[in-house]
């Protein structure tokens, strides 16, 4: 689990907006159970805080520590 705080954004228009935005990167077992699990913690933090979307990208990697 990591957390990123970004600078800034581009917005719809090319503007760069000022938004305090934080990304999670977070790496699990791939699953259908943990998919739903971090969709439902998606849609909880988008309630919550009002927010039209939170994104979710999903890749396949192989991590070596």
Do not use: C, W
């Not at 790496?27 to 998606?42: F, K, N, S, V």
Request: aromatic residues 4%.
């Amino acid at each position: 689990l990591t957390v990123i705080e970004p600078q800034a954004r581009s917005n719809a228009n090319g503007r760069i907006d000022r938004e305090h935005s934080k990304v999670l990167l977070l790496l699990h077992p791939p699953g259908a159970d943990t998919a739903q699990r971090i969709d439902a913690i998606r849609a909880a933090y988008r309630s919550r805080f009002n927010q039209e979307a939170v994104m979710k990208v999903t890749t396949a990697v192989d991590v070596v520590f």
